[in-house]
Each structure stands twice: as C-alpha cells, then as structure tokens.
C-alpha cells in the first residue's frame, strides 16, 4: 500500500511540473521549432552526451582505485544499468545498483564501492559549484535577467557548497580516522540485538574502506579533474542544443542552465522527467531571453538526448545480466545490506532477476 502511495505521489509530482512546463506553450511552434533546429549541432551535442558517461566512468575506475583494478568494460556497463534503473523508477536506485553490479563482477566490497558513490557525488556537487561561480563572476546574464531568479540561484549554490564541502570534510575525517569511527559505531550498535549489531560494524567498517581514496589525494585530486572535464562536457551540451534551437547563449550561461538542470533532475521523479523540462526553461527565458516555444523545444531533445540512449543501452545490459524487469519492483523497495566482497547478505537484483 505504502509503494502504491508512493508511485501515485511521484506520478503526481511529474504530471504536475510538466503541466507547469507546458502551459501556453504553442506546440504547433514548439514542433515547428523541432524541426527547424541544426542538425549539426544536434549531433555534435549527442557526441559531447556520450563522452559525458565515458567521463564518468574513467573517474569512477579511479575513485576505485584504492580499492583494486577495475576494468573499465564493467565499470561501463554498472553504470548504464545504474542510470537505466534511475530513469525509469523513482528514488534514485540505480545508485544502489551500480556499485552492487560492480561489485559483483570485480570482486569488491559492495560496501565500499557505494562509499565512492558518496564520494562522487560530492565530487560533483564541488565541481558544479565552481564552474558555476566562475560562469556568474565572468559572465552574469545581462539586465533582462530576472532579478529573483539570479539572486536564488547564488543563494542556492552558497547553501549547496557549503553542505558540500561539510560532507567532504566529515568523509575525510572518516576516512583518516577509522578506528574513531569503528568506536562510534559500536557505541551505536550496543543498543541493538547482536546479530543486528554485527551486520552494522560490518557496514561500516567496509563503508569507511570506500573512504580510502580521501587518503589517496593525488588520486583524489585527479578524480576532481575528471569531475570538473565531466561537467563541462555537459555545459557544451547545452551549449550546443540551446544554439541549435536558435537561442543565442553565452558559454557562461551554459553553466547556469547546467546547474538549474541539476536541481530540476534532484526533483524524485524517474529521469527527473518535469523537474529537469522545468529547470531548463525557466533559466531559458528569465534568464537568457529564450523565447517560450524554443526553450519548451530544447529542454524536450535535451532530456531525451541525455536520458534515452542510456536508458535503452542499460536495459540491454540489465537482460544480458539476469536483471529482469519483474526484480524492479524488490529493486525499488529493497534496502540491502552489503555482506562481503561482491556479495550481499540481502537478495541483490541481478540474483532475484535470475530467479524469475
């Protein structure tokens, strides 16, 4: 009962932010926009999308460095069905499926590994933030700009980095001091049953091994290179299908959108499906004077472009690994406890998909 409410409330939110994205919206413009778009840019745009994931990936193969080699072939596929699993149900599950593939495929701690997505995460957030503040030094939108809207994209990008940089600050200090942890942990687990209290000191103590890269920096440091090369990537993406569509953009205002896309794909909705259409064009028009059907046009091939192709190849993976999708449904409400080295102690989803 509780899922069904749970689905019903997500579906809401989606229609919701789209009905808010579509209104007045001439869509016989909208198309018309569509089909009168550059086919070159287009193009070059969905090139610039895949190398985004490749991106991603590299620096994935390096956050698990500290933890053995990891093939990129694996990391590759872990993360299609991980961004697969995420655009087509809520809550983001595809962040549990992804290192729980990898993990089973490599030989790692499960626990580890989802600690380096904590870590990535971070990582992208510090990453964004500083693009953004140098996209908004340099080149702020011009007097056109609503006023409201620039002050709450400053305002948010402030609360942001500084919860930022507090998460990366409590990783490092967890990751320097373990044994602290492992201390705060048993305090913590000595008011549950034992077997309860084991399977949590477990966690943690492989948890804080995925921590390991904080104590690499030159590793760490070389991650955040990649983060920074991941997100400008997906700033020339913008670029390139804001201008297709005839909106002429500053780079700098490629980094604005970016960062509200950002927050519209944080909305829980599969794929961020409304909250990234609504994102995208709010910042178009207040901000960079888009006209409405344009920026209705482009947030529509822009989400497309960033989330079909992975979808569909993700799917393809998740068929080739046993994940069917009659294991979504545990998938979703799942909240494994990750056992030892590519195992879990709870059913994973590539092992309920083999069983149905």
């Given at each position: 009962?509780?899922r069904h409410?749970?689905?019903a ?5 989606a229609v919701g932010l789209?009905a808010f ?8 413009r909208?198309a018309?926009?569509?089909g009168?778009a550059?086919r ?11 190398a985004?994931?490749?991106?991603r990936v590299i620096?994935?193969?390096r956050l698990?460095?500290p ?5 990129f ?7 299609m069905?991980g ?5 087509i149900?809520?809550?983001r ?16 701690s499960a626990?580890?590994a ?8 971070l990582?992208d957030v ?5 693009l953004?503040?140098v ?6 939108p011009g ?9 709450a994209v400053q305002?948010?990008?402030a609360?942001a980095?500084?919860a930022?940089v507090?998460g990366l ?7 320097g001091?373990p044994?602290?942890?492992?201390r705060a ?5 000595a008011?549950?049953p ?9 966690v943690a103590?492989?948890?804080v091994?995925?921590f390991a ?5 030159r590793?760490l440091?070389?991650a955040?290179?990649?983060?920074l090369a991941h ?5 020339a993406v913008l670029?390139?299908v ?5 909106v002429?953009?500053p780079v700098?205002?490629?980094v604005v959108?970016?960062g ?9 909705t599969?794929a961020g499906?409304?909250g ?6 709010v910042?178009?028009?207040l ?5 409405p059907a344009?920026a209705?046009?482009a947030?529509l091939?822009l989400?497309a472009?960033?989330f079909?192709p992975v979808a569909?190849l993700?799917?393809v993976?998740m ?5 069917r999708p009659?294991?979504f449904?545990?998938?979703a409400?799942a909240?494994?406890?990750p ?5 879990s102690?709870?059913?994973t ?6 069983r149905?």
């Amino acid at each position: 009962m509780r899922r069904h409410l749970r689905a019903a409330a997500v579906l809401a939110l989606a229609v919701g932010l789209l009905a808010f994205f579509l209104r007045g919206a001439d869509l016989e413009r909208v198309a018309a926009a569509v089909g009168g778009a550059r086919r070159d840019l287009l193009v070059a745009a969905l090139v610039a999308t895949g190398a985004t994931f490749v991106v991603r990936v590299i620096r994935w193969c390096r956050l698990l460095r500290p933890l053995g080699t990891v093939r990129f072939r694996s990391a590759f596929r872990a993360t299609m069905m991980g961004f697969a699993a995420t655009a087509i149900l809520p809550g983001r599950v595809g962040e549990l499926l992804r290192p729980y593939v990898l993990a089973r495929r490599e030989g790692l701690s499960a626990s580890a590994a989802l600690a380096t997505i904590v870590v990535e995460r971070l990582l992208d957030v510090i990453a964004v933030l500083a693009l953004l503040g140098v996209a908004v030094l340099t080149g702020p939108p011009g007097r056109e700009a609503d006023a409201g809207l620039l002050a709450a994209v400053q305002t948010g990008a402030a609360v942001a980095g500084a919860a930022a940089v507090a998460g990366l600050g409590a990783a490092l200090l967890a990751a320097g001091n373990p044994d602290r942890v492992t201390r705060a942990v048993d305090r913590a687990s000595a008011l549950l049953p034992w077997r309860a209290a084991g399977a949590l000191r477990g966690v943690a103590s492989r948890f804080v091994d995925g921590f390991a890269v904080l104590r690499a920096r030159r590793v760490l440091l070389v991650a955040f290179a990649w983060s920074l090369a991941h997100w400008a990537a997906v700033a020339a993406v913008l670029w390139l299908v804001t201008e297709a569509f005839g909106v002429a953009l500053p780079v700098s205002g490629a980094v604005v959108l970016m960062g509200l896309t950002v927050v519209g794909v944080a909305v829980p909705t599969p794929a961020g499906i409304g909250g990234y259409h609504a994102a995208y064009q709010v910042g178009a028009t207040l901000l960079y004077g888009a006209p409405p059907a344009a920026a209705v046009a482009a947030a529509l091939v822009l989400h497309a472009m960033s989330f079909l192709p992975v979808a569909v190849l993700g799917v393809v993976y998740m068929v080739q690994e046993g994940i069917r999708p009659s294991a979504f449904r545990a998938l979703a409400s799942a909240r494994p406890e990750p056992g030892r080295a590519g195992t879990s102690t709870a059913t994973t989803p590539a092992a309920e998909g083999r069983r149905t």
